[in-house]
T-cell receptor, first 113, second 111 residues
Framework: DGGITQSPKYLFRKEGQNVTLSCEQN?????MYWYRQDPGQGLRLIYY???????QKGDIAEGYSVSREKKESFPLTVTSAQKNPTAFYLC????????????FGPGTRLTVT | AQSVTQLDSQVPVFEEAPVELRCNYS??????LFWYVQYPNQGLQLLLK??????LVKGINGFEAEFNKSQTSFHLRKPSVHISDTAEYFC?????????FGTGTSLTVIP
């Protein structure tokens, strides 16, 4: 079955540590996205990539980094510079183009203490 | 700048009753419109989308939405809800470069 996988489902880290969230898709989609979801705030775009080896900052990129070395993979690193990293992180992909819907992974809930 | 407003953060409704979840957007350009559903601790699933053509759009699970350009609205409706419809619903717009999501409406279906 085609889809998007995110691992792990739950992640716990100590403050000051960097952590990398995995996102893999086998839909052959060109574009991939990372969102952060907080209660009552909807989804906010962190980074997106329209093509391999290229990515752009979204609305809340500070404290995050990404890479896109393969079409299938778009890992997100939450660095120690992110002031409030505890959140639900969602990865998505789309064929490309504004009229194509985004397909979402199951999400990773990150808790930093 | 684009913005999406979901007017109701929480909507309780009795089982088998009709429901409407409201969504308004602001945009100076034409947009594509979407509704997504999210069950607890899961990703988002597409319910329906409006790209062009008929302003009444039918989606999965018996949901439909109507695009009203003059009122810049895209309200979601279902004539008879089930317990399984309890979830968070997100309206989203795409003016051509990026998705913008509303803050969500939590629908609770009461037995």
């Amino acid at each position: 079955d085609g889809g998007i996988t995110q691992s792990p489902k739950y992640l716990f880290r100590k403050e000051g540590q960097n952590v990398t969230l995995s996102c893999e898709q086998n839909l052959n989609h060109d574009a991939m996205y990372w969102y952060r979801q907080d209660p009552g705030q909807g989804l906010r775009l962190i980074y997106y990539s329209q093509i391999v080896n290229d990515f752009q900052k979204g609305d809340i990129a500070e404290g995050y980094s990404v890479s896109r070395e393969k079409k299938e993979s778009f890992p997100l690193t939450v660095t120690s510079a992110q002031k409030n990293p505890t959140a639900f992180y969602l990865c998505a992909s789309s064929i490309g183009g504004s009229f194509y819907e985004q397909y979402f992974g199951p999400g990773t809930r990150l808790t930093v203490t | 700048a684009q913005s999406v407003t979901q007017l109701d953060s929480q909507v309780p409704v009795f089982e088998e009753a009709p429901v409407e979840l409201r969504c308004n957007y602001s945009s100076s350009v034409s947009v594509y419109l979407f509704w997504y559903v999210q069950y607890p601790n899961q990703g988002l699933q597409l319910l329906l989308k409006y790209l062009s053509g008929s302003t009444l759009v039918k989606g999965i699970n018996g949901f439909e939405a109507e695009f009203n350009k003059s009122q810049t609205s895209f309200h979601l409706r279902k004539p008879s809800v089930h317990i399984s419809d309890t979830a968070e619903y997100f309206c989203a717009v795409n003016p051509g470069n990026q998705f913008y999501f509303g803050t969500g409406t939590s629908l609770t279906v009461i037995p």
